[in-house]
């Protein structure tokens, strides 16, 4: 039987984030060049363009959803649906080609994601990686100990490798983030550098940090004075039994800290320039995580709400965790969505970062992103 055939037409789900949420949760088969294996946070997938949008989709050679001649399809128990959706892989960028003078190779200081975003963990490692502090789904040191990256990038290996990527790919903006440091500002004051090396070579990109609340809270006014666009405080949930569970060590930092670097930031980067993750699926209860969400919003915070997916390597999928049902994520999604239009308040408007770049939330189907 022919493809066309099989294909039954005008079957396409009227619920753009029903497929979004599907394609997130259970991938696709198509593999893709362009991937970001383990490291800091919760995601790791293969980088594509679905319907326009940057998004970040699991490799699952179960997957019912293929990729023909640039379009996805559901095939289940010999029955093909179209989905609607252009789908382009994200090719390898030039820069990755590249070596810094010491011998460094580009793709080893950042990675492309999405198709427009630098990515860089500033500082690979992070001092709550014992096995009984470190966040369960985040595999930040495996990278390091994979060989695929650099343990600490210098501010001058990131203007080097950010210049590259703006010029061979069309990069359009940075997003940095890093392992939490002994230092009582948790790796913050790092970044500062950071931002500033990378914008005297490339002057008005637009940079995210991302940090956990720092002790002196000036370090905030500093990232902003250094030139950063957008900043992420990233919580990942609001929980705290989920907090304590999922998170031991960075759980530990108390709420009211992260309030107050929110509040600062805002003060300081503006309204809906400051953003925070939100995992979906670490068993929170959806309405109080719905609740939390329009908590941030009102203050003035994009809450990036992100499905949970236990990656390999993580002491979440040693221990047998899974990822949450699409009936979840697509309420919370669908809630958050709602709340955040309400507001008015979409992540393109963050220019940099998570928010802006979208692909690994299901926002990006709601308009919201
Ligand atoms: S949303 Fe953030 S982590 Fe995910 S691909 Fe985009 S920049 Fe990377």
Redesign the pocket.
């Given at each position: 039987m022919t493809l066309a055939a099989e294909i039954e037409p005008g079957s396409s789900s009227d619920d753009p984030l029903h497929d979004r949420v599907q394609l997130a949760l259970r991938g696709i088969r198509t593999d893709v060049p362009v991937r970001?294996g383990a490291g800091a946070?919760p995601?790791d997938?293969g980088?594509v363009v679905l319907g326009g949008a940057?998004a970040?989709l699991p490799h699952n050679p179960d997957s019912p959803y293929v990729v023909r001649d640039g379009k996805v399809y559901e095939e289940r128990g010999g029955t093909v649906r179209a989905l609607g959706l252009s789908l382009t892989p994200v090719r390898r960028p030039r820069f990755y080609d590249l070596t810094t003078a010491d011998g460094i190779p580009y793709h080893q200081i950042a990675l492309l994601?999405?198709k427009d975003?630098l990515?860089t963990t500033v500082v690979q490692t992070c001092i709550r990686y014992a096995e009984d502090q470190r966040c369960r789904f985040c595999t930040i040191e495996e990278s390091l100990r994979a060989g695929s990256t650099v343990a600490a990038k210098t501010p001058a290996q990131l203007a080097e490798v950010a210049e590259a990527a703006v010029r061979l790919d069309g990069v359009t903006q940075m997003?940095m983030t890093t392992g939490t440091t002994t230092g009582p500002d948790r790796g913050a004051r790092n970044l500062v550098r950071c931002v500033r090396a990378v914008l005297e070579k490339v002057p008005g990109l637009p940079i995210?940090v991302q940090i956990e609340p720092p002790g002196d809270l000036s370090v905030i006014d500093d990232l902003h004075a250094g030139g950063a666009t957008a900043i992420g405080i990233h919580v990942e949930s609001l929980d705290e039994d989920a907090r304590r569970r999922w998170m031991p060590g960075k759980g530990s930092v108390p709420m009211p800290e992260y309030e107050a670097a929110w509040d600062r930031a805002v003060a300081v980067f503006g309204r809906n320039r400051v953003s925070t993750y939100l995992l979906i699926g670490l068993g929170e209860d959806p309405d109080e995580l719905v609740a939390g969400a329009a908590r941030l919003i009102e203050k003035g915070v994009y809450p990036?709400v992100?499905p949970f997916r236990p990656l390999p390597g993580s002491l979440a999928k040693r221990d047998g965790a899974t990822a949450p049902s699409p009936e979840l994520v697509h309420h919370v999604t669908a809630e958050v969505a709602r709340l955040l239009r309400a507001a008015g308040m979409t992540g393109a408007d963050q220019e940099a970062?998570?928010?802006?770049?979208?692909?690994?939330?299901a926002l990006s189907a709601t308009g919201a992103a």
């Open positions: 970001r946070g995601s997938d980088h940057n970040a994601h999405g975003v990515a997003t995210q990036f992100v970062g998570c928010a802006a770049c979208g692909a690994c939330s």
